[in-house]
């Protein structure tokens, strides 16, 4: 009977689960576009936030989106201040911070395995065979206007042939800092440095690439003017060529090393890892704990939620899940693979010892803490503030939630700049405080707004002052062409 009861209770409770899921499924939150811990956003306050900003913004879901997250990071931030909660638990920010630790470890394991490898050194020998297509070169640039005539160019053309009847080794450096139009180079007397032939346009490097150190070339004329160019000695070139002879040798070898790895290891993404890809780096957060496999290696494999991690610790300035979205499933699916690799070496790294010392994971605590406080104080949510107006915490709540959404609405009246919360604050604080995002409210506050955009748009050019001036009336019907007409079609086009 006991037992009997025990399975009773869990199919009540299954069933209620089942009914509140249900309930949630059917009334889809039309009316609210998010919520954070005790706050909700509605879906008229995004709509006239979105519709009646000043900022010349689409109003579309992506941008709703924008801005919900920017409420809610805001919102959660406030009410971690009415709390006093500088969320600064160790444990918490270890967790948030995992991606950014475990590249600073595959940073470091990747130099003690570089070590090992065998690199070929430079000598005036590869320099002189242009090994590896690698070139040195200095220029003297002779600019030709967008736009000149045959006349103009063939004015700077005979400049460029004067001078370079004047040209020798040993005077080319000076030559360069008097006449060269190349600002990134004159000053250092021409000098272009190390690079390979594919990085310059194609006849600047094939007229490199055909002289003899030492040799200074005719004129070269590419789509920014009239190069004279001079392929430096060895001796002249060494500090540039070994030094980057030397990079481009390790890159080699780091290359045969990840080949290896892939092989052995046998990493491979998943048929559909560049949909899963692509919806994550649409959502990140939501997709933080989604264990969906999106690669597979020997011994293991990638998860999305890892593959957020991943991507979450790169710097926001690079964009990256922007640029995902718009990527080729190809490239995404090289860049998948490169993520598991990550996994791979990482579990490597953990053989070999490397770990972040406590030194640097003290520091991190007390960056993560100095950096809350920081936007704390952008809001006008810092607690000290908070504390002088209000005496609780229910107070204190209200308090910070009426800041935050008068921040948000300067900021789209653009009489304050929006500031993003970095990823590790806001994996802490959805660690700590509830939120959530509901797409029902989200599409109709988007909808919303566009009719109050169009109902603004309307009234503002109902305001605009008539003008004075008559307007012409189209003609029905054109005027026969009798030969007397001008096409102004074709003004100014040369027959």
């Not at 199919?11 to 039309?30: I, M, N, R, Y």
């Not at 890159?251 to 790895?261: D, F, L, T, W």
């Amino acid at each position: 009977m006991k037992i009997r009861s025990l399975a009773l209770l869990a199919g009540s409770v299954a069933f209620v689960s089942a009914c509140d899921g249900l309930k949630e499924a059917l009334t889809a939150h039309v009316d609210v576009v998010a919520r954070a811990q005790d706050h909700e956003l509605s879906v008229d306050r995004l709509a006239q936030l979105l519709g009646t900003s000043t900022l010349q913004i689409p109003v579309n879901r992506e941008t709703a989106r924008i801005v919900t997250d920017l409420w809610t990071n805001y919102e959660l931030l406030g009410t971690a201040a009415a709390h006093n909660d500088s969320l600064a638990d160790p444990k918490l920010i270890d967790e948030a911070a995992l991606g950014v630790m475990a590249n600073a470890r595959l940073r470091r394991f990747m130099e003690s395995v570089a070590k090992s490898f065998k690199s070929d050194s430079a000598s005036e020998a590869t320099y002189n065979q242009a090994a590896g297509g690698l070139l040195v070169a200095r220029h003297i640039l002779f600019p030709v206007p967008g736009g000149a005539t045959q006349q103009q160019r063939d004015s700077v053309r005979r400049k460029a042939e004067g001078i370079r009847t004047q040209l020798t080794s040993a005077n080319f450096e000076s030559m360069a800092k008097k006449y060269s139009g190349d600002p990134g180079s004159a000053q250092r007397g021409g000098n272009l440095g190390a690079f390979r032939r594919g990085e310059m346009v194609k006849p600047f490097s094939d007229a490199v690439a055909a002289l003899r150190p030492g040799q200074i070339s005719p004129l070269v004329e590419t789509q920014y003017g009239y190069h004279i160019i001079l392929r430096p000695s060895y001796v002249m070139a060494k500090s540039d060529y070994d030094a980057a002879f030397g990079q481009s040798s390790a890159q080699r070898a780091e290359s045969v090393y990840i080949a290896r790895i892939d092989q052995e290891m046998n990493i491979t993404p998943k048929a559909n890892a560049p949909a899963l890809a692509k919806a994550a780096a649409r959502e990140l957060p939501e997709h933080r704990d989604d264990n969906t496999e999106i690669a597979t290696f020997k011994g293991g494999d990638l998860t999305v939620g890892r593959f957020v991690k991943w991507i979450e610790s790169y710097p926001p300035q690079m964009r990256l899940p922007q640029q995902m979205g718009q990527a080729p499933d190809s490239l995404v699916r090289d860049f998948v693979k490169s993520m598991a690799r990550n996994e791979v070496l990482l579990k490597k790294a953990d053989s070999a010892g490397i770990t972040v010392t406590p030194e640097e994971k003290n520091q991190m605590h007390a960056e993560f803490k100095q950096l809350v406080l920081s936007l704390w104080q952008q809001l006008g949510v810092d607690p000290k503030q908070l504390g002088d107006s209000a005496k609780n915490v229910p107070e204190r709540d209200r308090l910070a939630a009426t800041r935050v959404d008068n921040y948000l609405g300067r900021i789209m009246s653009g009489q304050a700049q929006p500031f993003s919360v970095p990823t590790a604050v806001q994996t802490v604080l959805t660690s700590k405080y509830k939120a959530k995002v509901y797409a029902a409210g989200l599409d109709r506050a988007v909808e919303s707004a566009k009719k109050l955009r169009a109902s603004a748009d309307s009234a503002r050019l109902a305001n605009q002052p008539r003008s004075q001036v008559p307007l012409p009336t189209p003609t029905p019907t054109p005027a026969p062409d009798t030969g007397m007409r001008r096409d102004t079609a074709n003004r100014g086009k040369r027959p």
